[in-house]
């Protein structure tokens, strides 16, 4: 019989004929059990590649639908059922198909992807929804839209185009992004410490490398945006659970980075039975490190968070700055007096430590040869063409730190030689004589016995009873 041969009247499609397997690139399904005949086959074209997009047809509907991941059964065997179901369905693939001539041709045709389609990632991301998230008004104006921005820039076009991408239904904000995919994979990139620019180019990247149409584009601006909703989402959820909880403390720590300002707050609170310890924001400081600056900062900051935090306040911790522990105007003296009910004020022990070890080494040394310390290492940061030359500048040595004496008394031993033959070379005003340097290797080795103390205390797991 021949391939294209129908059935006889009133049996038509009730028989597959095997020649149709090549002919219109189908498989068996399944058959029967006693008499082995073909009852279903399955479509090829779906198994291998899926439903093409109906973007890619020439007569595209004005709403596309959804890319289905179910390949194609059929139990009626009739020519045009096959033919009509490849034309709508696959109809690239199908022309291409149309082309090939051998047997051979046909069935290498579909050996060119690696896994089925159902398999892949454009069969789960094709349907996906869109994430929706509502976020309380307070953390969008107050937090998102004023604390993280420059006073000056409130009123401008980057702060309005920041904010336009939240949408404001009254009692709530919502966030509604359209494409899940994107934003999942934008957001694992910037969590690996990715930057805007870095995390955009890499989403490109893997579009372009996996061919996964759903990515869509990514620039600089589509970032910014998503680390907007994650620290707004982020801040949502942890208002929730710290509404819930009868009581939490914080701590709080100044810093500078890039010439930049930060108060860090962080919370720790027990909930269900477990501590944990959560960083809420770096408060960005765009005025003097005041207790009154930080003080407004961080209850701005805690009023649109935690509404009732000053019933729940139980502790404050901080370094041992005197804008923080100040007993008349500190930033922990003016919340103890926000605060409804008494509280525990905690200050860092490495820092009381510092403290003590200054005093010693104040007694030991006189107060000359911490002056020449200090007087040597402002020159030398200064000698850029030494600086240039050596490919490493002089640390500084900080008050509050006695961490940094062990860097800068490390970094002078270890430069020594060539330090003294350039302040021998400029004459300069500041060159220590050689009884000073001789208690220079003295202190390193101090001072590296007080670091490695240090080091041993600053584990985040560690207790004081340890």
């Given at each position: 019989?021949?391939?294209?041969?129908?059935?006889?009247?009133?049996?038509?499609?009730?028989?597959?004929?095997?020649?149709?397997?090549?002919?219109?690139?189908?498989k068996?399904?399944?058959?029967n059990?006693?008499?082995?005949l073909?009852?279903?086959?399955?479509?090829?074209?779906c198994?291998?590649?899926?439903k093409?997009?109906?973007?890619?047809?020439?007569?595209?509907s004005s709403?596309?639908?959804?890319?289905?991941t179910?390949?194609?059964?059929?139990?009626r065997?009739?020519?045009?059922?096959?033919e009509g179901?490849?034309?709508?369905?696959?109809?690239?693939?199908?022309?291409?198909?149309?082309?090939?001539t051998?047997?051979?041709?046909?069935s290498?045709?579909?050996?060119s992807?690696?896994?089925?389609y159902v398999?892949?990632?454009q069969?789960?991301?094709?349907?996906e929804?869109?994430?929706?998230?509502?976020?309380?008004p307070?953390?969008?104006?107050?937090?998102?839209?004023?604390?993280?921005f420059?006073?000056?820039d409130?009123?401008?076009?980057p702060?309005?185009?920041?904010?336009?991408?939240?949408?404001?239904e009254?009692?709530?904000?919502?966030?509604?992004?359209?494409?899940?995919s994107?934003?999942?994979?934008?957001?694992r990139?910037?969590?690996?410490?990715a930057?805007?620019?870095?995390?955009?180019?890499l989403?490109n990247d893997?579009?372009?490398?996996?061919?996964?149409?759903?990515?869509?584009?990514c620039?600089?601006?589509?970032?910014?945006?998503?680390?907007?909703?994650?620290?707004?989402?982020?801040?949502?959820?942890?208002s929730?659970?710290l509404?819930?909880?009868?009581?939490?403390?914080?701590a709080?720590?100044?810093?500078?980075?890039?010439?930049?300002?930060?108060?860090?707050?962080?919370?720790?609170?027990?909930?269900?039975g477990?501590?944990?310890?959560?960083?809420?924001?770096?408060?960005?400081?765009?005025?003097?490190?005041?207790?009154?600056?930080?003080?407004?900062a961080?209850?701005?900051?805690?009023d649109?968070?935690?509404p009732?935090?000053?019933h729940?306040?139980l502790?404050?911790?901080?370094?041992?700055?005197?804008?923080?522990?100040?007993?008349t105007?500190?930033?922990?003296?003016?919340?103890?007096?926000?605060?409804?009910?008494?509280?525990?004020?905690?200050?860092?022990?490495l820092?009381?430590?510092?403290?003590?070890?200054?005093?010693?080494?104040?007694?030991?040394?006189?107060?000359?040869?911490?002056?020449?310390l200090?007087?040597?290492?402002?020159?030398?940061?200064?000698?850029?063409n030494?600086?240039?030359?050596?490919?490493?500048?002089?640390?500084?040595?900080?008050d509050?730190?006695?961490?940094?004496?062990?860097?800068?008394?490390?970094?002078?031993?270890?430069?020594?030689?060539?330090?003294?033959?350039?302040?021998?070379?400029?004459?300069?005003?500041?060159?220590p004589?050689?009884?000073?340097?001789?208690?220079?290797?003295?202190?390193?080795?101090?001072?590296?016995?007080?670091?490695?103390?240090?080091?041993s205390?600053q584990?985040?797991?560690?207790?004081?009873q340890?």
């Amino acid at each position: 019989m021949d391939g294209d041969v129908l059935p006889a009247k009133g049996k038509k499609g009730s028989k597959f004929i095997d020649a149709h397997l090549s002919r219109f690139g189908l498989k068996i399904g399944t058959r029967n059990q006693q008499t082995q005949l073909v009852e279903t086959v399955v479509c090829r074209f779906c198994l291998a590649f899926g439903k093409e997009d109906d973007s890619l047809h020439e007569n595209a509907s004005s709403k596309p639908r959804r890319q289905s991941t179910t390949p194609k059964h059929f139990n009626r065997f009739r020519t045009e059922l096959f033919e009509g179901y490849m034309k709508r369905m696959h109809p690239l693939k199908w022309h291409d198909y149309t082309t090939l001539t051998t047997d051979e041709e046909k069935s290498d045709f579909f050996s060119s992807p690696p896994v089925p389609y159902v398999a892949t990632m454009q069969a789960a991301f094709g349907s996906e929804g869109a994430i929706q998230l509502t976020i309380k008004p307070a953390i969008i104006n107050t937090i998102i839209g004023d604390l993280l921005f420059h006073p000056d820039d409130l009123e401008g076009v980057p702060h309005a185009r920041a904010m336009a991408i939240f949408t404001d239904e009254g009692k709530h904000f919502m966030i509604d992004e359209k494409n899940p995919s994107r934003f999942r994979l934008c957001v694992r990139f910037m969590s690996r410490g990715a930057s805007f620019h870095m995390a955009a180019a890499l989403v490109n990247d893997t579009k372009e490398e996996t061919g996964i149409g759903r990515f869509g584009g990514c620039s600089d601006a589509v970032a910014a945006r998503y680390a907007r909703y994650v620290c707004a989402a982020s801040l949502q959820d942890l208002s929730m659970h710290l509404g819930g909880v009868w009581a939490f403390s914080l701590a709080l720590d100044c810093a500078t980075h890039q010439g930049r300002s930060y108060t860090d707050v962080r919370c720790r609170f027990s909930l269900l039975g477990r501590l944990f310890n959560f960083h809420l924001l770096a408060i960005p400081l765009y005025n003097r490190h005041t207790a009154a600056n930080i003080f407004n900062a961080v209850t701005k900051f805690m009023d649109a968070l935690v509404p009732s935090w000053r019933h729940q306040l139980l502790g404050v911790a901080t370094d041992g700055a005197a804008t923080m522990v100040g007993n008349t105007n500190g930033v922990t003296t003016r919340l103890e007096q926000a605060a409804a009910y008494p509280i525990k004020r905690v200050w860092c022990g490495l820092h009381q430590l510092d403290l003590k070890m200054q005093i010693v080494f104040d007694n030991a040394l006189n107060e000359s040869y911490l002056g020449t310390l200090k007087s040597l290492i402002g020159y030398l940061r200064r000698q850029q063409n030494l600086i240039t030359e050596m490919r490493t500048t002089c640390p500084k040595v900080a008050d509050t730190r006695w961490l940094s004496m062990y860097q800068v008394t490390k970094w002078l031993c270890s430069n020594g030689f060539r330090v003294r033959e350039y302040l021998v070379q400029t004459a300069a005003p500041c060159s220590p004589n050689t009884v000073w340097w001789v208690f220079l290797y003295a202190l390193r080795e101090i001072s590296r016995e007080a670091n490695a103390v240090f080091v041993s205390l600053q584990g985040r797991g560690t207790l004081i009873q340890q």
